[in-house]
Structure formats: structure tokens, C-alpha cells
């Protein structure tokens, strides 16, 4: 049966049809869906993992107990779980494992633009990189036997426009192996340096016959690696969703090597290839890893001298970059379409925290006090835009709440009192607990603000942790904040409601004069949730403007919220967008914003 899917949909799709069994994962753009299209599937156990590292301990554990297995992350969430990956790559597998990655390149929803291909080159797993829907589930549903043959995990790379676009798929049906018996095999699996040392020729030789499997191009009837001869001379050698744009363009007037086995790669397969054509081009997105491969092999070949480093590709750039060079290939077809411009400027559209965000209250305190922020990966570090300015960093996962103990035992004198850490609740589990235990142990003198917003908000709104609820909704275990942070050694903690400016100040305020470790969990339900009572401060319904009392300070602008605009001098608030929070409602000293039922009995009376 064929169907149009996603690439992360068909993803999940060949995993669910090569048997897997397991799936451990950390939501992150753009390898969420994976999971999320996972999760459906019921005979498949899936969960939310608290961070990478579990996922890929969970996945492979299971592995070993004889089921196969997957987990997924997003390319700066495999740094988080390469700790386990390296060894699990020596240590080899019992029942299949595969490890899903989605880079960004392009940074749409990411602080880099890391090639997770460098991964798979040094912890020396074979990873294969789908071009379209159709590869990813063909890919996937072969993973888990290619992992039991070569006794290995197995990592298959996508992208945000493999995971996020869209091609046919042919489905097929789920083929579930019955479980491999478990046994106990120290020399294999108890990673000391006396097995370890022994397992590493394993690994090497598993890496030669991967070569050969690559040069031979197919594996248990799908292509990896794939020859489309033409009648020119000129030859690229590509991978990924360079492979489509490099047939948008070129169609069928070049040769083309598509790369599907991109870890380990081929050598006889490209030196034939080579031989084939005049001029060699590699086409790959962010590093040389093909072309560098390609010149070790002593070929002459063009790539990054003409192509960049960053960014996403498209066909256009291929145009403008690769035509024009070509010798002897008909350009007809070839040249950048034209295309029309608007004659008006379009104004650009900021990325902004949403209407009734919780966020924004805390961080108009933080603003308005000019309080230092040590910030953090969320949707929070929307807090750094305009007008609040109030995040002055982020770098990772967690490192909100290790960078301001760092910050404060340098610069105490001038940071204690005026610094603080912003961490999303999910973040918080992710990584930073163990940044808090730092911070208890050494008797910091840090202010830690945990943004509980109820959900793991910029990815979609997954469950964590601390919601209470598993994947599929149903309840759960859930972790209580305040006890943790308690039980971590930390005396002060309170609550807030970032709903209500006058109490957000005064935490502030007095968690930074206080001369110990302490942590404000600043707590509401993110306003685009559906299934809980926000139980606004003031009221439930959207505000009004009334035009009779508002001045035109501007005063209620200053939070930044998009539901509000000015228009002849007065504020204008969008009742589409308005949920009521209240927050603009305490910034005006004139009383001006009212529900629509108080400013008709104010006309009336």
C-alpha cells in the first residue's frame, strides 16, 4: 500500500516494520515526530526519556535483554549520549539497536550546526543517511538486520528537510523476531580495559567488512549506495537531500554516486566511479567528510573549494555555484529561474513568546530588577528577545545552573545579588540536577529559577518527567519539584505565579539578598495547553482597551506581547490572541484594560 508520509513518519514506519520492540527518546527538533509517530504503534513500548544518555542506555538494554530496539535525538543530543554509543560499539549488541539523529543544518531550531557524521566516524558505527520518505523506511526496516549480522548499533542519520517533507512510501507489514535468549557474556559486554583492549580488532574488522558491504552497493535487496550513469563526463558523488537537489538540476546529464552508507564509506566503489568521469564534484551539506574521504583515496575532486561550509543547500545554490564551471554538459535547463520581487519591504516577524505565555512575567521582573541571567535551551530563551532583553547566555542542555556557580565563585562580589539561572522544568530533568547538586554541594551562594511550565513546550508539547503523564497520556510517575530540590540539599525554595508581578518581584528580590543557595520554581501551565485550568490571576476572558482611560504610555507594550499593538496612540489588544493572563493589566496605572464586560458597564454607567 503506497502513502504519502513524512520523513520521520516513515521512519517510524520502517522501525515498526523491522521489528522494534523498544524505543527510548528526548524529544528535539527535528527528530521529535519520530517517537511521536513510534508511540502509536502500541505493540511497541515507547516512552519520554528524561535526557539522550538514558534513551540510549534504555535502548540498549533492551537490545540486550533480546528485542530489538531504538532511540532518537536531535545532533547536539547525541553529544549527550555518546557516552554510551562509543562503548556500545564495542561492546556489540545482542538483539538489533538503532539510533536515530536529525542534524539541522541551517540552525531552523538549534544553538549549532554540528555534522553528526563525525560521530559515526569516531565511535565507528555504520550509519546510513536516507535521501527521501521511501530511503527512510527502507533503511530503517533493514537497520535492525544489518545490526544483528554485524553485531553492532546502528545509526541512521536524517535532516530537518528529509524529516520534514514529504514522498511516497510503499508500506509493508511488521515482521517481529522472537526474542534472543539473553547470555551472560563478561568478555563481550563487562567494558574493562582487559576485555576492552580485545574488542577493539573486533570493531576494526567489523569496519572492513562494512567497507565491502558499501562497495557492493545493496543490502538484503535495498540499495545503500547506488551508480546513475549518464553520457557525460562529469560525475557527483552526494548524499542526503543533496542527492534531490543535485536531480532537480542535473538531472539525468551527469553521473551520480548517492551515498546511502555514508559510515564507513566505500573505496573501490568511488575509485570506479572516478574512473568513469573527467571532473569529480562531491555535494554534501556542512563538513568535507565525503570529500575528504575522497582525497585520502588520492582523487582530485571539487567540493567545499566552490561550495560552503554552513548552511542549508538548495538548487539554486547548485546553480549558481556548480553550472557555470561545468565543461562539455548541456546548461539548458540549468540557469537560476527568474523570479518576481516585491516592491514593498516586508517587515520582519521576530520570534516572540506566544499571548499568556508564563514565561513573560518572570522575565519582565528579571528586566525590570536588570538582574544578570544565566539562560538555558527552551522556548524560554525567547526572554533574550525584545523588549525584555532579560537572558544574557545559553549553551546547552542544563548549563544555565553550572554557569552561574561558575560565574558567582569568580566575580562573587559583583554577581552575588544580581545573577540568576533560568531552566525549563523538562530541562531541569534533562540535565540540570546534577548542575544543582553543585551548586548544594560547594554551598553556593545561586539563585536557580525552575520555569515549570507543565510540559516540554518548544518541542511540541511531550510530556516529562514532572507532568505526571507518559507518552501516550496516560498517568504516571510523576517528580515533585519542591522534594527534589529539597532532598538535593537546598533550604529555600518557593513557588511564584509568574501571573502576578507584585509576588515574582518580591521572590526575586529576596532570594537574591538571602546568603545561601536557593531556588524559585516559578509555576504555570503553558498557555497553549488545552487540558489545563490556567486560572489567570484576574480573570478568564480576553481584555478590551478602554480608549477614555489609556493615555497612550505604552507601558502595557513594554511585556511584549504580541496580542498587543498601538493604533492612533492607544492600545489595541487582539482578542484572538488574548488569554486573560492579566499581565498587561498590572503594568497600566490608569485602569485602561478591562474586560469587554466591565468597560460596557463603564459606557453604561
Not at 371 to 387: E, H, K, N, Q, S
Request: proline fraction near 5%; hydrophobic fraction near 35%; charge should be negative.
Amino acid at each position: 500500500m503506497k502513502e504519502l508520509m513524512l520523513g520521520n513518519k516513515a521512519l517510524a514506519r520502517g522501525l515498526y516494520e523491522g521489528g522494534c520492540c523498544v524505543a527510548s527518546s528526548y524529544p528535539g527538533t527535528p527528530s521529535t515526530e519520530v517517537t511521536e509517530e513510534i508511540s502509536l504503534f502500541r505493540d511497541i513500548y515507547s516512552e519520554w526519556a528524561p535526557n539522550e544518555k538514558v534513551a540510549m542506555e534504555v535502548a540498549f538494554g533492551a537490545a540486550l535483554a533480546g528485542k530489538r530496539s531504538m532511540c532518537a535525538m536531535k545532533h547536539v543530543g547525541m553529544n549527550v549520549a555518546a557516552d554510551p554509543m562509543y562503548t556500545a560499539s564495542y561492546t556489540g549488541v545482542n538483539a538489533g539497536m538503532v539510533i536515530v539523529v536529525a542534524d539541522d543544518a541551517g540552525m531552523h531550531s538549534s544553538q549549532n550546526e554540528q555534522d553528526s557524521r563525525h560521530h559515526a566516524i569516531a565511535s565507528k558505527l555504520p550509519m546510513l543517511e536516507p535521501g527521501d520518505s521511501a530511503e527512510a523506511l527502507a533503511f530503517a526496516r533493514i537497520a535492525y538486520d544489518l545490526s544483528e549480522e554485524y553485531d553492532t548499533p546502528v545509526i541512521i542519520k536524517t535532516c530537518t528537510r528529509v524529516a520534514h517533507s514529504q514522498s511516497v512510501v510503499e508500506k509493508g507489514e511488521r515482521v517481529e523476531k522472537e526474542r534472543k535468549p539473553y547470555e551472560k557474556n563478561p568478555q563481550k559486554f563487562l567494558m574493562t580495559p582487559a576485555n576492552a583492549i580485545r574488542r577493539h580488532p573486533v570493531v576494526e574488522e567489523r569496519t572492513r567488512k562494512l567497507i565491502t558491504l558499501g562497495n557492493e552497493c545493496s543490502y538484503k535487496g535495498v540499495e545503500l549506495n547506488r551508480v546513475e550513469k549518464s553520457a557525460s563526463d562529469v560525475g557527483i558523488i552526494c548524499d542526503s537531500t543533496c542527492y534531490q537537489y543535485v536531480k532537480e538540476v542535473f538531472g539525468d546529464k551527469v553521473n551520480v554516486l548517492k551515498i546511502g552508507l555514508v559510515n564507513p564509506l566505500p573505496t573501490t566503489l568511488i575509485l570506479d566511479f572516478a574512473d568513469s568521469v573527467k571532473s569529480l564534484w562531491i555535494v554534501e551539506e556542512l563538513d568535507p567528510v565525503i570529500e575528504n574521504h575522497c582525497k585520502a583515496l588520492g582523487l582530485k575532486v571539487h567540493g567545499k573549494d566552490v561550495l560552503p561550509l554552513e548552511w542549508e543547500y538548495s538548487q539554486n545554490l547548485l546553480r549558481e555555484k556548480i553550472v557555470p564551471l561545468l565543461e562539455g554538459i548541456d546548461r539548458d535547463g540549468m540557469e537560476v529561474p527568474c523570479s518576481d520581487k516585491l516592491e514593498e519591504t516586508i517587515p520582519v516577524r521576530p520570534p516572540v513568546m506566544c499571548a499568556g505565555c508564563p514565561h513573560r512575567g518572570l522575565f519582565y521582573t528579571l528586566s525590570k530588577q536588570k538582574v544578570r541571567v544565566m539562560g538555558d535551551i527552551g522556548c524560554y530563551t525567547l526572554g533574550g528577545a525584545a523588549p525584555l532583553f532579560a537572558m544574557d547566555n545559553n549553551l546547552c542542555m542544563g548549563a544555565s545552573v553550572s554557569m552561574l556557580h561558575g560565574f558567582n565563585k569568580v566575580g562573587q562580589e559583583e554577581s552575588e545579588g544580581s545573577t540568576v539561572a533560568v531552566i525549563g522544568d523538562s530541562t531541569f530533568i534533562h540535565s540540570g540536577m546534577t548542575s544543582l547538586a553543585d551548586i548544594a554541594y560547594n554551598l553556593s551562594n545561586s539563585t536557580v529559577i525552575i520555569l515549570d511550565n507543565s510540559i516540554t513546550g518548544m518541542t511540541g508539547h511531550q510530556q516529562n518527567p514532572a507532568t505526571g503523564l507518559d507518552i501516550h497520556g496516560d498517568p504516571c510517575g510523576k517528580i515533585d519539584l519542591e522534594s527534589l530540590v529539597r532532598a538535593m540539599g537546598i533550604q529555600r525554595v518557593r513557588a511564584v505565579d509568574p501571573y502576578d508581578l507584585a509576588q515574582c518581584d518580591a521572590a526575586v528580590k529576596e532570594e537574591l539578598a538571602a546568603k545561601e543557595p536557593s531556588v524559585i520554581i516559578s509555576r504555570r501551565p503553558c498557555a497553549l495547553l488545552k487540558t489545563v485550568d490556567r486560572k489567570p490571576v484576574v480573570h478568564k476572558k480576553p481584555l478590551v482597551n478602554d480608549p477614555d482611560k489609556c493615555v497612550g504610555c505604552k507601558s502595557c507594550m513594554k511585556v511584549g506581547c504580541p496580542a498587543i499593538s498601538m493604533k492612533d496612540k492607544k492600545a489595541v489588544i487582539d482578542r484572538t490572541q488574548c488569554i486573560g493572563c492579566g499581565i498587561c493589566q498590572q503594568m497600566c496605572k490608569f485602569d485602561a484594560l478591562v474586560t469587554a464586560e466591565e468597560l460596557k458597564r463603564r459606557k453604561e454607567g
